[in-house]
């Protein structure tokens, strides 16, 4: 019985390894290609034999690559910004209070996920010309300015908070837009920092109406400008790589450093 | 002095007093009504700017005829659009990609992750963890940044894959996986696959943990074995979990090709990999007919606010909770 | 048929030694009790029984064969969990077909067997019920059908009665009691409640961190127990305990007398100070402050009001003499010289 228990348990582990194999090897690949010459690029080595940074340099040169995070940067702060503000109030106000309509605002918030943004993308695109704001930061940024699953996950989160505390609070004589900053939000500080690090990435990885809005490579972020990268004929693949690793830096070090944090958000998140 | 407190809080019936008391009341009251309003209103105001009042546009839309060209302004034409989009080859063969990636991502989205959870589940917690983090990887990366990866290792003549699959003695000439009709659509189903299966595995993993060991325990005494405990306890008691992903897979799945769709074919070749969803994209933004794009969201949307609603109410109907 | 050898067994989980080393036999039909605090390893030591966990090493034998390193459906025990674990998506009559059915047992026999095993357990109205619907007395009962129909050489039960309310508890006590008699099958049976164990077990185990304290039926436990820790954990009020010289005595609060309330043969015979009185209806529980020690007094219940100022008195028969180790020991000539200083003396380490 002990036998067969183990033998299944490396079983187990194989296939484990085999999955994670094929999970991290193409960012192995990327990062490896990224530092091998023009004559060991196309080779199948695991390791440059000749490392060299002439990739990154060349990379460095041919696009506004910091100007291009930056842009990244802005949106998705930016973003997770003005989606965590709606989010808080409106969750707020939906389990603070009870008002006509409540049930029915809930409705059209949680349905309003079912609309693919292909069936909106023509009127939005008309709406940011002509209020002129394509080609900047906030005409990227306002049509994504509301998450509803952001709404939707303060509101559990709110509804799950102890009434005790807010109930003590209007006894203090603390008003409601009191109560919200100084009773709830302190508390819930990692439950909106966990959601700020999902927006954020979904921010970051926006694909899109960025790229329907932007034109110029340098008010790109740095996904859009890597695409014109991707497609074009020439064979810099070492730098293509050495582009494509820098433009995921940010996100992998964030995971990284915060990877029990973000796998568990998504499962928090994610379940409600 | 309790003369002058009386003065404050009269507590004489008077003629003048209750009125005085109403008419302050009735300001808090209206503002107190008004509130979850205000709190609301950034929403709701950006909501219906950026996502209700297009879609309305867009159905009104699918009934018209524009270039999107500044300076002119939509035709009504009725149905034509709609004809246009049925006699269109590209069109139908879209809806059938469609329901390709749809299908095909099943194994993804849902098997693949439903057994990577299962086992892991019994493991240690740190050896668990590592797994989750590594799988977890691909699911945050950026569409653009998986696409150049694959688009390198994928490459024909100088790709990692091509040369394994010859060196292995599999294949003895490179195949063209992107310009090839045949292997298109299969590369951007894996690639997008590839991506999905970290999400799916962390939702079922922690969907796992909620279901009671007993059970387990009192089916192995019950000389249940664990392919038998899968099927008995595992399935039933995960089927919320496994219907919420089944709906999203079935309602997603094809967004979540546009983008390497986009990066990677752009729908060919001769149309072999597009979707629904990129044929709207290039119908709106690329030949500039926004009738027929638009006429393409507005009947999809229809489509699958339906399918939304029948699995809806599938999943109510068998789903188990245990509480 | 059902006999269990509990042959040296031990567990240790990771650092943590959690069973000794256990020695135990446990009777054919017998209704055995595993006793003792929580964390003593009662319940580790029925899941090694069980098979739901495997011993650090020793020996199971369960109907005379070893089934150490068997998997439990191989061993013909059923178990009743703390929780019920009824299956929450089968109905009562699923719950309990659910084994039958993986023994491939016809179906006609499988209704003949359920049909029977509901009428035992009461439950035929509920058939088509799920867990959900139930009371916790009904899903016990459930749990308990589950177990029976499997015909098993023994049933295990871990605290199957800790969920439910004090009167349904003692209610099914009974139906316990009566089911093991209509059964004629081993019952092991763990629980924590001494009350519970005294007062449905023919023979009980106690336990204290993963070893065997003493074994035997309620009246030798309670009557002649072997060491301090039973002498202590069996009784309400606990047996109070008197450190002299280099000796443990004991003496159980109803072998002692108060004032003339109590007609006791008295060898010793001190003068105290009542703390406090609890009133418990049938009985009244003095705490007297002795020159021995805070002494508990169980008499009949008194409710008259009485002089704090008693005297309290106790024979040596009753006296229970323990080593330092904590363990009994027989009283000798050279102890009771040293023990009847006990009466003069004014100065005393008590504890």
Redesign the interface.
């Known amino acids: 019985m002990i036998r067969q228990k183990k033998f299944l348990s490396v079983i187990q582990h194989l296939l484990l390894i085999i999955m994670c194999i094929i999970a991290i090897f193409p960012l192995y690949w990327m990062i490896n290609s990224s530092f091998k010459n023009d004559s060991e690029i196309f080779t199948a080595s695991f390791i440059p034999l000749k490392p060299t940074i002439a990739n990154y340099v060349y990379a460095f040169s041919s696009m506004p690559i910091i100007r291009m995070m930056f842009n990244s940067f802005s949106i998705a702060i930016l973003m997770t910004a003005l989606q965590l503000i709606t989010s808080l109030l409106a969750g707020y106000a939906l389990v603070r209070w009870k008002f006509r309509g409540r049930s029915f605002i809930y409705t059209v918030f949680s349905l309003s996920w079912l609309i693919p943004f292909q069936a909106i993308m023509i009127p939005n695109y008309v709406l940011i010309n002509k209020l002129g704001l394509n080609e900047q930061i906030l005409g990227v940024v306002l049509p994504f300015a509301v998450s509803t699953f952001a709404i939707l996950s303060l509101y559990q989160n709110f509804k799950a908070f102890p009434v005790a505390l807010v109930e003590a609070a209007r006894l203090d004589g603390e008003s409601d837009f009191g109560i919200l900053l100084r009773v709830i939000l302190p508390n819930i500080k990692s439950t909106v920092a966990s959601l700020g690090i999902l927006l954020f990435i979904n921010g970051w990885n926006e694909y899109l109406w960025p790229t329907l809005v932007t034109r110029q490579l340098q008010d790109e972020p740095i996904q859009i400008g890597l695409k014109s990268f991707v497609n074009s004929d020439t064979n810099m693949w070492g730098s293509l790589m050495a582009a494509t690793t820098i433009s995921c830096l940010p996100i992998l070090i964030i995971y990284l450093v915060l990877q029990k944090q973000v796998v568990n958000s998504f499962v928090r998140f994610g379940i409600k | 002095m309790s003369k002058s407190l009386e003065n404050n809080y009269p507590l004489s019936v008077s003629n003048e007093t209750p009125v005085f008391r109403k008419r302050t009341s009735k300001k808090v009251k209206i503002i107190k ?1 008004l ?3 205000f ?2 209103l ?3 105001l ?2 219906g ?7 309305v ?2 159905f009104i ?1 699918a009934f018209e005829s524009w270039g ?1 060209v ?1 300076g002119t302004t939509p035709e009504p034409v009725g149905l034509e659009n709609f004809v246009r989009l049925f006699n269109n080859k590209d069109f139908l063969t879209s809806i059938l990609n469609t329901i390709f990636y749809t299908v095909g991502l099943f194994p993804f989205s849902i098997i693949i992750p439903l057994l ?1 959870a299962v ?2 589940h019994g ?1 240690m917690g740190k050896i668990k ?1 590592v ?23 994928f ?1 024909p003549s ?1 790709g ?1 894959i091509n ?2 699959l010859i ?1 292995m003695g599999l294949i003895h000439k490179n195949i063209s996986f992107f310009s090839d009709p045949h292997f298109a659509k299969w590369v951007i189903l894996f690639v997008t696959g ?1 991506g999905l ?3 799916s595995t ?2 079922f ?3 796992l943990t909620s279901v ?1 060991q ?2 387990y ?8 074995g664990k392919f ?1 405990q899968f099927f ?2 595992t399935l ?2 995960l089927s919320p ?1 496994i219907f919420f992903m089944i709906t999203m897979s079935i ?1 997603f799945s094809s ?1 979540f090709t ?2 390497y769709i ?2 990677l074919t752009s729908g060919g070749p001769f149309g072999s990999s597009t979707n629904i ?1 990129y044929e ?2 290039k119908d ?2 690329s030949d500039l007919n ?1 009738g027929l ?2 006429a393409a ?2 009947l ?2 229809c489509v ?2 339906i399918i ?1 609603l029948v699995l809806n109410y599938v999943s109510r109907k068998f789903a ?1 909770y ?2 | 048929m059902g006999n269990i050898i509990i042959n040296q067994i031990k567990k240790s989980f990771h650092l943590n030694e959690v069973l000794k080393g256990i020695d135990v036999e446990i009777p054919d039909g017998s209704f055995t009790i595993l006793l003792g605090p929580s964390g003593c390893g009662k319940s580790t030591l029925l899941r090694i029984i069980s098979g739901l966990e495997e011993p650090t090493s020793g020996k199971l034998f369960i109907n005379e064969e070893d089934v150490t390193f068997e998997e439990p459906k191989d061993r013909n025990i059923a178990m009743v969990f703390q929780n019920y674990a009824l299956y929450p998506h089968m109905t009562v009559y699923k719950n309990i077909e659910y084994g039958l059915k993986i023994k491939k047992v016809p179906k006609q026999e499988r209704e003949e067997i359920i049909q029977n095993v509901l009428k035992m357990v009461e439950l035929i109205e509920h058939v088509d019920k799920r867990p959900a619907q139930l009371s916790g007395g009904q899903r016990q009962r459930v749990a308990l059908a589950r177990a029976i129909v499997k015909r098993p050489y023994a049933f295990l039960m871990d605290e199957p009665l800790s969920n439910l309310d004090a009167k349904l508890r003692n209610q099914m006590r009974q139906e316990l009691i009566e089911l093991h008699q209509q059964l004629e099958t081993t019952f092991l049976y763990v629980t924590h409640d001494q009350v519970e164990a005294m007062s449905m077990g023919s023979h009980i185990i106690i336990m204290n961190q993963g070893e065997v304290m003493q074994q035997g039926t309620p009246k030798e436990i309670y009557t002649n127990p072997a060491n301090l820790f039973v002498a202590q954990f069996i009784g309400s009020p606990p047996t109070n305990i008197i450190e002299f010289e280099d000796m443990y005595l004991g003496i159980r609060p109803e072998d002692i007398g108060i004032v003339n309330t109590n007609q006791i043969e008295s060898d010793v015979n001190i003068s105290g100070k009542i703390l406090t009185t609890e009133q418990l209806g049938g009985e009244t529980i003095y705490r007297v402050k002795t020159h021995i020690g805070n002494l508990n007094v169980r008499i009949q219940s008194c409710w008259d009001e009485i002089n704090e100022d008693v005297d309290v008195r106790f024979s040596f028969d009753k006296l229970m003499v323990f080593n330092k180790e904590g363990n009994r020991v027989v009283k000798n000539d050279n102890m009771m010289r040293i023990i009847k200083k006990l009466k003069n003396e004014k100065e005393l380490v008590y504890s």
Do not use: C
Request: proline share 7%; no cysteine.
């Open positions: 009504t509130k979850p309003y709190y609301l950034p929403a709701i950006l909501l700017i950026w996502i209700y009042k297009p879609l546009s867009t839309l999107m500044p990577l086992v892991t493991m963890t797994y989750r983090v590594i799988f977890f990887i691909p699911m945050i990366l950026a569409p653009v940044t998986v696409s150049a990866i694959w688009r390198w290792l490459q100088t990692l040369i394994a060196k590839w299966i970290g999400f962390i939702m993993s922690a969907a009671n007993d059970y325990e009192a089916a192995s005494l019950d000389g249940s038998k008995d306890i039933p008691l979990t309602l967004q546009f983008a986009d990066i969803y709207m994209y709106g933004f926004v794009s638009s969201a507005a999809f949307f699958f606010a939304a188990f245990d509480n």
